[in-house]
């Protein structure tokens, strides 16, 4: 099976989320592991079970480490190598810059149909505003709280005597759930090639006179006018018998080849037929891709296939 994705969870509570996705992630096909459970609370109940069940647990506590408790808690995701951060019933506001490190691969749940109820009291603002549903909503998480996008929803319907206790319980039982179930596809959503090839294209359209192109029967982006434009990335996908999608683009040489091939041999590699002209691959459909460092090389690899006059402007506007 493909590597999994490492996630951290965040608490601040009993952690009955935390413990739906733990036992999820225990099927042989689940595509995410649990690396590591953290919170605000040192004492929170989640911790102790997540222990028990020989995670990594860490036990951070916000009140007393002050400003340094988001910069300890970087740390310690980074050097558990962490792709996906789910916050599992955790009660802090999270500092802007912390959101930004980990946008688009942080998640929440949330007990209510989003955009309805946002924030405390879900259950009992539903049900004192008649609505014969609620439930529960996995989304992105962005500086404005409950408001990123929405990954998944599931409906739980409000009987007539329902207090907010009970209609909270019943929906906690759909929450474990929804999340497993979201998670999972999360994390598998970036190793589908499609998703990939989506998100180089997003990369390379972004780049001035980019035009779309198959390479070989592969998708590929081309740069310059249609007499004299060249190919500045191409993806590689499976046809020529590797494992891996990946894209290719143009490096500065063999020696450069080599050396980033000996440094990185999980990152990157040297493609048939296409490595004698110094493109190099760059896999994709792994976890914890870095995604600024692949627009990197593309603006790069655009750079050296570039016309004259479309280079110089790139320089000029960088000078700016
Ligand atoms: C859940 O209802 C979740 O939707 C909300 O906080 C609660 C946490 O419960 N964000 P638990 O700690 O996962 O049991």
């Given at each position: 099976m493909a590597e999994r994705a490492r996630v951290a969870i965040l608490i601040s509570g009993r952690g009955s989320n935390m413990a739906a996705l733990l036992y999820a992630s225990?099927?042989?096909?689940?595509?995410?592991?649990?690396?590591l459970v953290s919170g605000?609370?040192?004492?929170?109940p989640g911790l102790d079970l997540a222990e028990a069940e020989g995670i990594s647990i860490l036990r951070l506590d916000s009140k007393k480490s002050g400003s340094s408790y988001w910069n300890e808690l970087q740390t310690s995701l980074e050097k558990a190598s962490i792709d996906v951060v789910a916050l599992a019933g955790f009660m802090r506001i999270i500092p802007a810059d912390f959101v930004e490190r980990w946008a688009g691969r942080m998640i929440n749940i949330h007990p209510?149909?989003?955009?309805?109820?946002?924030?405390?009291?879900t259950h009992q603002s539903a049900i004192d505003n008649r609505d014969s549903v609620t439930g529960a909503t996995v989304h992105l998480v962005t500086s404005?709280?409950?408001?990123?996008?929405?990954l998944s929803q599931v409906e739980v319907a409000i009987l007539p005597d329902d207090t907010a206790e009970a209609l909270a319980s019943r929906v906690l039982i759909a929450e474990h759930q929804l999340y497993a179930r979201t998670l999972s596809q999360f994390v598998s959503r970036e190793r589908d090639p499609d998703w990939i090839v989506e998100r180089v294209g997003q990369i390379a359209f972004a780049l001035p006179e980019t035009r779309f192109k198959t390479s070989h029967g592969a998708p590929g982006w081309k740069v310059g006018s249609p007499s004299s434009d060249k190919f500045f990335a191409i993806m590689w996908m499976k046809?020529?018998?590797?494992e891996s999608v990946a894209v290719l683009v143009k490096c500065g040489g063999q020696d450069e080849m080599a050396t980033l091939i000996e440094a990185d041999p999980a990152q990157y590699f040297r493609p048939q037929y296409?490595?004698?002209?110094d493109w190099i691959g760059i896999r994709l459909?792994?976890?914890?891709?870095?995604w600024d460092h692949v627009a990197e090389w593309l603006q790069r690899s655009w750079q050296i296939s570039a016309p004259a006059r479309l280079t110089k402007l790139m320089t000029i506007a960088e000078e700016f």
């Open positions: 225990r099927a042989d096909d689940c595509p995410y592991e649990v690396a605000d609370r040192p004492n929170a209510s149909l989003l955009p309805k109820y946002r924030g405390l009291h404005e709280v409950d408001s990123g996008a929405i046809h020529h018998g590797e296409y490595g004698p002209s459909d792994r976890p914890g891709v870095d």
